[in-house]
């Protein structure tokens, strides 16, 4: 029983030991390759710093200090790179290596490894006492390869177990404390031969020898090129456990070259391969490899394992590493969740949990519980955002580049915030929730949950539920008014009858029509509101252009684009604009934002404008998005393409075009659109489904009776398919195709209505 006790106390201390020894150790680690001669060292040692990066890695070489035989003299360049490292607070790493020419090279035999000894314990003598506590035993001693032979001519697994022996020994005998890291080796996974052993292999023989006893932690390298950090963090970290069992491990060297991977790639895998070497307990460090490219030349992978190009400048991997080090830093690791490549890992308390989550390959979305409804979001780069949330659950898009969410214990504090959009324009069946948004007294933004703020409603034709969305219910309008925390801000609403049409715009004066030239002449080039001529009412807007063509430009870069910046009123059928043409076939564009800032374009290419001195319509169908759009939708700008005709290269060419009368239409309760707002006698709106599998269906418009014919084509032009043929009324027809028989690929509909055709390509994609 005495026995026993004793057994459990001295693992007792043990166990404190290694904890002492884990709680010492910085787990983000970084390689400074040469950083003893690097210029500007205390700016480099900052900006080592300035990540959360909490130790370094470099040698102190053997042949460098000991350069008469048992003399040792140190280079000021060492002392100053130990010394303004530990004035930052960072923790050197010391690789004791390589060979001395004094005594043979590499020391293979008993007198050359007593000479490494005594090296040992003049570089532990020096830095020990400043406080320089982990040092390393070599480096890669698992191979000898053109251009880089740690261990000269081969390698021996029996070699570096007797060298590892005596310098473990020369080292405790200086400094007990010191912490000794052992094997270092490089992972080659090749067959082995006499100048390479595997990595794995090289540790298994190690330790079989017993090298455990001989270090504090077993090291090794890994440079997983076309493997993410999900295919190799767990996998080659376990062949490593299979050998050493529960000895501490360190990865001291792990890098992506960016001439292999793109920089991009490069930030999420160093930030994954850190999250993921946390989920286990045994690895105390991750080193990347390298802080800085070494050199310039663009194929050399040598010259671009940097996290700082060779100018310094950051690249995205060092705010990457930044902020997996700032944000997760030393923070418990409490779980792992991973479904289909996507991962949830949980670090902090179970009160106010950080969470880190990406997608290995791709992308899905997470639904992740919290214990409160507030969180700072954080991406990959360290830009934040805080939400207060409308319930104890936020989710969340993940991707390849990680984000983390950081429980926060109460709200935060708003210096401002502000309600959007400003002026809402709804019809009587609509209803629209808020989009707020603040900034704190740090002036980082947050986005409030409308269900947040307290609301009113002042005026007629909507209610506001208990959530806080507004319902639209009849024609009027009011203003919205949103307090939280003291702050209060304004909506003002307006509510219309979807019957008919609505005027969004007749273009009168004192309207706001900011316009951005693209290769036209400023000086010949103006909009203005204009009293010469009118669609409708007294005013249209005036577009006068001039341009020089440039063959080299095409036709298709001359515009004019006019900020819009209008609220469509409910769900429209379409859009329409009158023109009054020149001669000249311009053709308009119509971009739309929708209530989540999406952006959706497109070509009026049918309704080319080639009509002079009279008005015509242009009308955009908005079905042709299909369901795409989320509303309320804005009319973001309105684009002319100022076009002549036959241009001839340098040549200037100008003229002027009218625009009147921007209205929404809807669709009549009748189904038959009325005829004064249809541009033309027929038109073929875009299939929907597009692309389709097999079903799809077009939707024929027709002003006046006409023989039709509505065809499908393949790419190379052949007749594959009639949907119609023969005389129709006038309306709208839905025609639907079962493509079943058909072979994915590219089709075209052509729509025949008396003298006027249009065609529209669809795409079959089983």
């Given at each position: 029983?005495?026995?026993?006790?004793?057994?459990?106390?001295?693992?007792?201390?043990?166990?404190?030991?290694?904890?002492?020894?884990?709680?010492?150790?910085?787990?983000?680690?970084?390689?400074?390759?040469?950083?003893?001669?690097?210029?500007?060292?205390d700016s480099l040692l900052q900006a080592i710093k300035d990540a959360g990066i909490g130790a370094i890695r470099d040698e102190v070489y053997w042949h460098e200090i000991e350069t008469v035989r048992d003399t040792f003299r140190f280079k000021p360049e060492h002392d100053a790179y130990i010394n303004g490292a530990l004035a930052k607070g960072l923790k050197p790493l010391i690789i004791l290596d390589y060979g001395n020419d004094l005594y043979g090279g590499t020391p293979r035999d008993s007198v050359q490894r007593a000479a490494f000894a005594r090296y040992c314990k003049a570089v532990v003598g020096r830095y020990a006492p400043k406080?320089?506590?982990?040092?390393?035993?070599?480096?890669?001693?698992?191979?000898?390869?053109?251009?880089?032979?740690?261990?000269?001519?081969?390698?021996?697994?029996?070699?570096?177990?007797?060298?590892?022996?005596?310098?473990?020994?020369?080292?405790?005998?200086?400094?007990?404390?010191?912490?000794?890291?052992?094997?270092?080796?490089?992972?080659?996974?090749?067959?082995?031969?006499?100048?390479?052993?595997p990595g794995v292999e090289f540790i298994k023989r190690v330790f079989a020898l017993g090298g455990k006893e001989y270090m504090d932690a077993v090291s090794f390298h890994q440079y997983p090129i076309g493997r993410t950090p999900e295919q190799w963090v767990s996998y080659e970290i376990g062949r490593i456990q299979a050998v050493v069992g529960n000895k501490p491990m360190w990865i001291t060297e792990v890098g992506y070259p960016t001439n292999l991977v793109t920089e991009d790639n490069q930030a999420n895998f160093i930030a994954r391969s850190y999250l993921l070497g946390r989920t286990i307990p045994q690895l105390q460090r991750i080193s990347w490899y390298d802080l800085q490219n070494d050199c310039t030349d663009p194929g050399?992978?040598?010259?671009?394992?940097?996290?700082?190009?060779?100018?310094?400048?950051?690249?995205?991997?060092?705010?990457?590493?930044?902020?997996?080090?700032?944000?997760?830093?030393?923070?418990?690791?409490?779980?792992?969740?991973s479904t289909n490549?996507?991962?949830?890992?949980?670090?902090?308390?179970?009160?106010?949990?950080?969470?880190?989550?990406?997608?290995?390959?791709?992308?899905?979305?997470?639904?992740?519980?919290?214990?409160?409804?507030?969180?700072?979001?954080?991406?990959?780069?360290?830009?934040?955002?805080?939400?207060?949330?409308?319930?104890?659950?936020?989710?969340?898009?993940?991707?390849?580049?990680?984000?983390?969410?950081?429980?926060?214990?109460?709200?935060?504090?708003?210096?401002?915030?502000?309600?959007?959009?400003?002026?809402?324009?709804?019809?009587?069946?609509?209803?629209?929730?808020?989009?707020?948004?603040?900034?704190?007294?740090?002036?980082?933004p947050v986005s409030i949950a409308p269900r947040a703020l307290q609301w009113t409603f002042i005026g007629s034709g909507g209610s506001l539920d208990s959530l806080g969305v507004f319902h639209a219910s009849a024609t009027g309008s009011g203003k919205l008014v949103g307090s939280y925390q003291g702050l209060s801000d304004t909506c003002f609403v307006t509510i219309v009858s979807a019957k008919g049409t609505y005027v969004m715009s007749d273009f009168a004066p004192g309207e706001q029509w900011p316009i951005t030239w693209l290769n036209l002449d400023s000086a010949g080039s103006s909009f203005a509101i204009s009293k010469e001529r009118a669609s409708t009412?007294?005013?249209?807007?005036?577009?006068?252009?001039?341009?020089?063509?440039?063959?080299?430009?095409?036709?298709?870069?001359?515009?004019?684009?006019?900020?819009?910046?209008?609220?469509?009123?409910?769900?429209?059928?379409?859009i329409a604009v009158d023109v009054y043409g020149d001669g000249n076939p311009h053709r308009l564009e119509f971009r739309f934002v929708d209530a989540f800032g999406e952006v959706f374009s497109r070509t009026a290419g049918d309704q080319p404008v080639t009509w002079n001195g009279i008005w015509n319509p242009v009308r955009m169908y908005l079905k042709s998005f299909g369901a795409s759009f989320d509303y309320p939708v804005t009319l973001d700008r309105?684009?002319?393409?100022?076009?002549?005709?036959?241009?001839?290269?340098?040549?200037?060419?100008?003229?002027?075009?009218?625009?009147d009368n921007l209205r929404a239409i809807y669709v009549s309760?009748?189904?038959?659109?009325?005829?004064?707002?249809?541009?033309?006698?027929?038109?073929?709106?875009?299939?929907?489904?597009?692309?389709?599998?097999?079903?799809?269906?077009?939707?024929?418009?027709?002003?006046?009776?006409?023989?039709?014919?509505?065809?499908?084509?393949?790419?190379?032009?052949?007749?594959?398919?009639?949907?119609?043929?023969?005389?129709?009324?006038?309306?709208?027809?839905?025609?639907?195709?079962?493509?079943?028989?058909?072979?994915?690929?590219?089709?075209?509909?052509?729509?025949?209505?008396?003298?006027?055709?249009?065609?529209?390509?669809?795409?079959?994609?089983?």
């Open positions: 029983m005495r026995h026993k006790r004793l057994f459990f106390f001295l693992a007792a201390i043990a166990l404190c030991s290694l904890l002492r020894a884990q709680g010492n150790i910085p787990y983000y680690g970084i390689q400074t390759h040469f950083g003893q001669g690097r210029a500007e060292l406080g320089v506590k982990h040092y390393e035993i070599w480096n890669e001693p698992n191979l000898c390869v053109p251009g880089f032979c740690p261990w000269n001519p081969g390698p021996k697994a029996e070699e570096y177990f007797a060298l590892l022996k005596v310098a473990y020994a020369a080292c405790k005998s200086v400094d007990s404390s010191v912490f000794i890291v052992g094997c270092a080796t490089s992972p080659l996974d090749e067959p082995e031969t006499a100048q390479k052993i050399n992978a040598e010259c671009r394992y940097g996290i700082l190009r060779e100018d310094r400048s950051p690249k995205p991997a060092y705010k990457a590493l930044k902020t997996v080090a700032t944000i997760v830093g030393a923070q418990t690791f409490l779980g792992m969740e490549n996507a991962y949830v890992l949980t670090f902090g308390s179970a009160n106010l949990p950080t969470y880190a989550a990406w997608h290995g390959s791709s992308t899905s979305l997470r639904n992740i519980t919290l214990a409160t409804p507030y969180v700072a979001l954080i991406d990959r780069d360290g830009i934040k955002k805080t939400k207060i949330l409308p319930g104890n659950s936020i989710a969340v898009t993940l991707t390849q580049n990680p984000i983390f969410i950081v429980t926060l214990p109460r709200a935060p504090g708003l210096k401002k915030f502000q309600i959007t959009p400003r002026r809402l324009l709804l019809d009587s069946t609509q209803t629209y929730e808020m989009n707020v948004d603040g900034e704190d007294s740090a002036a980082v009412g007294s005013t249209s807007g005036k577009l006068r252009y001039s341009f020089r063509f440039s063959s080299q430009l095409g036709l298709t870069q001359y515009r004019a684009i006019l900020q819009a910046q209008i609220q469509l009123p409910g769900k429209p059928d379409s309105l684009t002319v393409y100022c076009v002549a005709n036959s241009p001839q290269h340098d040549s200037v060419y100008a003229g002027t075009i009218y625009l309760t009748t189904g038959v659109a009325d005829k004064a707002t249809i541009p033309f006698s027929c038109d073929l709106e875009q299939n929907f489904p597009n692309p389709f599998n097999p079903n799809t269906r077009y939707v024929v418009r027709l002003n006046e009776e006409a023989e039709v014919s509505l065809k499908i084509y393949d790419i190379v032009g052949r007749e594959v398919a009639i949907l119609l043929e023969g005389k129709m009324t006038p309306g709208i027809h839905a025609i639907p195709w079962n493509a079943g028989h058909m072979p994915t690929g590219v089709y075209f509909a052509r729509l025949k209505a008396g003298k006027e055709t249009r065609i529209r390509k669809t795409v079959l994609a089983k």
